[in-house]
């Protein structure tokens, strides 16, 4: 199955890379998946773990395989943060598990969208948070209700097969693919070809780590395409048209490193193959020794962007790929989506603001309703935590509206503060966590709406509950990590990150911890001292 005729560089030592024949498991993550393929555990949940419960459920599949199917176990209530790193995972377990349903391209209908809503109300107590990578998660699933659940699921197209683990994750692409008036090119064929040939291929589910996708062919660079471990941006080629421009090796994460160029262009029809061709280098050269090290971001910078599209071009496309240029600066402003915005056949897509991406099965019904009276059955979530309604009539685009604010989804309303906030899912479910995030972000987002009510200016607030960054607080305006101060929460701060036109890492405060009671304080205050300092236009990254 690997590849094996090595031409590319070995690590100075040993590190596990499978195309130099280090096959030997080299830690317990290794181990589990060379015993059995996650993918296997999906035939025992249906045929034992759903009938004798949680407790039948071995460690290997429990902390392990049930990744492979969107399986995470959650947090036991009560548990607070600074137990997070002396209790052991079984101490920290609750019996449920949260469930990430995947959703390419951020795409649903109102069917699948209803039938999310529907689940979260029957299985997982009405929770439902929209990632920012696109996905719904759902929040206490005990076992027995797998199988139903997942039935339900497939049956409207849906599922969660690769939503977690050492998989290719969910493929992030742009909410307005194919309707957008600006795009430069639809990456959706290429998002669909993917999704079908490769997830759930044994081929490349037993990678080093987790593997991020994200396509987009709209100007304005809406899926953090520097954060991811393949992206494809769309771009025009003075000779062969629209197409992708190829960046690898991105991630946060306690390293933090943004994709770098390859200098190559991918014609909509050659993105599989090319994705193919990284996911396959992952799989062979990628660093399976540590997990802190089994990222792609670990190979691309020690070989370097040349070595990379070398080994592609010649170990595994077969051919070479024109050079292409690089992508335009996006436009400046917003690139959420939310609003109200015209498309190119003459209907519109509505955007529309939830606060950190917090909602609930019954909320998720009631937009399904809202959609189909309105005549429109597509739905997109987005990287921001924010949900796009598509094909909206003119004529219904103020019921739409009202339907969503009155829903309490912000829409013309929505403050830059509701839009710019987001936060991961914290100590309330994850076992990782060292503070709380969603309700902190939340009540934060209150407050500076009291208190800056006139403020308008693109401003990202990311709030994360550990080092992790799910919530990429290293590319944020204002990046809050959670961490301990003097035993209570308080968050460490990053300023001045940015994605697009400000693409580049924050700064850490060292030293700084804010506590959580003053989070409202100190942000205020840093965005006050920007609103007085910055000149017209300037953005706060460059400030
Ligand atoms: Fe959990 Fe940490 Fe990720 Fe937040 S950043 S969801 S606390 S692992």
Redesign the pocket.
């Known amino acids: 199955m690997a590849h094996t005729s090595a031409t590319a560089p070995p690590a100075a030592r040993p590190e596990g890379q499978w195309a130099f024949g280090q096959r030997e498991p080299l830690n317990p993550n290794e181990r589990f998946k060379a015993a059995d393929d996650g993918l296997n555990v999906r035939h025992r949940i249906e045929t034992v773990y759903a009938h004798a419960g949680f407790a039948s459920i071995p460690p290997e599949d429990l902390h392990g395989r049930m990744r492979w199917w969107g399986l995470y176990t959650q947090r036991r209530p009560g548990i607070d943060g600074g137990k997070t790193a002396t209790l052991g995972p079984h101490e920290l377990d609750d019996e449920f598990f949260m469930l990430r349903v995947r959703c390419d391209g951020g795409a649903l209908s109102a069917t699948q969208l209803r039938t999310i809503a529907d689940v979260s109300v029957e299985f997982g107590r009405g929770t439902a948070d929209i990632t920012d990578r696109q996905n719904i998660q759902l929040h206490w699933v005990r076992v027995e209700d797998v199988p139903e659940i997942w039935r339900r699921l497939e049956a409207v197209g849906l599922g969660t097969q690769e939503a977690c683990g050492d998989t290719p994750r969910v493929v992030l692409g742009s909410p307005v693919a194919g309707v957008a008036a600006d795009e430069i090119i639809d990456g959706t064929p290429a998002i669909d070809e993917i999704t079908r040939r490769y997830v759930g291929d044994p081929a490349y589910s037993n990678l080093p780590r987790k593997f991020k996708t994200a396509v987009s062919g709209s100007p304005h660079q809406d899926v953090a395409h520097e954060i991811n471990d393949v992206s494809f941006v769309g771009v025009v080629h003075p000779e062969l048209g629209p197409g992708f421009d190829v960046w690898v090796g991105g991630g946060l994460s306690t390293n933090p490193r943004l994709a770098v160029r390859l200098g190559a262009f991918a014609t909509l029809e050659q993105v599989p193959a090319v994705w193919a061709g990284v996911i396959g280098i992952f799989r062979d050269y990628g660093y399976r020794r540590l997990r802190t090290r089994a990222r792609l971001k670990f190979l691309v910078a020690d070989w370097g962007a040349q070595v990379f599209r070398d080994v592609l071009e010649g170990e595994y496309l077969g051919f070479a790929l024109a050079d292409g240029p690089a992508p335009p600066p996006p436009p400046t402003g917003r690139h959420d989506h939310v609003g109200v915005h015209p498309q190119v056949d003459g209907r519109f897509y509505v955007g529309a603001a939830p606060t950190v991406g917090r909602v609930s099965g019954e909320l998720l019904g009631a937009v399904a309703d809202l959609v189909e009276a309105v005549g429109s059955d597509r739905v997109r979530l987005t990287v921001e935590q924010k949900l796009v309604v598509l094909d909206v009539p003119a004529e219904r685009v103020d019921d739409l509206v009202e339907g969503l604010e009155d829903l309490g989804l912000a829409v013309r309303s929505a403050s830059t503060f509701r839009r710019g906030t987001m936060a991961?899912?914290?100590?309330e479910f994850?076992k990782?966590?060292?503070v709380e995030?969603k309700a902190r972000a939340t009540a934060l987002v209150a407050e500076l709406e009291d208190r800056l009510p006139t403020f308008d200016e693109p401003l990202t607030i990311n709030v994360?509950?550990?080092?992790?960054?799910?919530?990429r607080i290293q590319v944020a305006d204002i990046g809050l990590k959670?961490a301990l101060a003097g035993g209570e929460d308080g968050y460490q701060v990053h300023l001045g990150g940015g994605l697009g036109l400000t693409s580049g890492l924050g700064k850490t405060l060292r030293g700084l911890r804010v506590p959580a009671d003053e989070l409202p304080d100190y942000v205020e205050r840093v965005t006050r001292r920007f609103d007085e300092q910055r000149t017209e236009g300037e953005l706060f990254a460059a400030w």
Do not use: E, F
Not at 464 to 471: D, E, H, L, R
């Open positions: 991961c899912t914290g100590i994850c990782l966590a060292i995030t994360n509950g550990c080092p992790n960054s799910c919530a959670g």
